[in-house]
């Protein structure tokens, strides 16, 4: 069956850097765009970043830009959100999505704290 399987969260200090993790099985990763989307307590989730299947156009969020970095292996079935300069302001619990205009899945999510 789909599943899609994020790691890497936790808790960390202001300033410093987590990457995230998002492994896909049961679909052809290779032919979805995937996006990181995240929920902080109390609020709607929302966009991060998105990057196309061949990873050929990749967009951000302004609040991330420059800090942030979206990638992609085809050949491991996985996406990783590099995540630099970490601000408290980023915690939320962390969504790894797949698209492909037919089709839309969601991974179960992974909690990052970002706190002193």
């Known amino acids: 069956q789909v599943q899609l399987v994020e790691s890497g969260g936790g808790l960390v200090q202001p300033g410093g850097s987590l990457r995230l993790s998002c492994a896909a099985s049961g679909f052809t990763f290779s032919n979805y765009a995937m996006s990181w989307y995240r929920q902080a307590p109390e609020k709607e989730r929302k966009l991060v970043a998105t990057?196309?299947?061949?990873?050929?156009?990749?967009n951000y969020v302004d609040s991330v830009k420059g800090r942030f970095t979206i990638s992609r292996d085809n050949a491991k079935n996985t996406v990783y959100l590099q995540m630099n300069s970490l601000k408290p302001e980023d915690t939320a619990v962390y969504y790894c999505k797949a698209n492909s205009g037919w089709d839309t899945y969601w991974g179960q999510g992974t909690q990052v704290t970002v706190s002193s």
């Open positions: 990057i196309t299947s061949t990873s050929g156009w990749i």
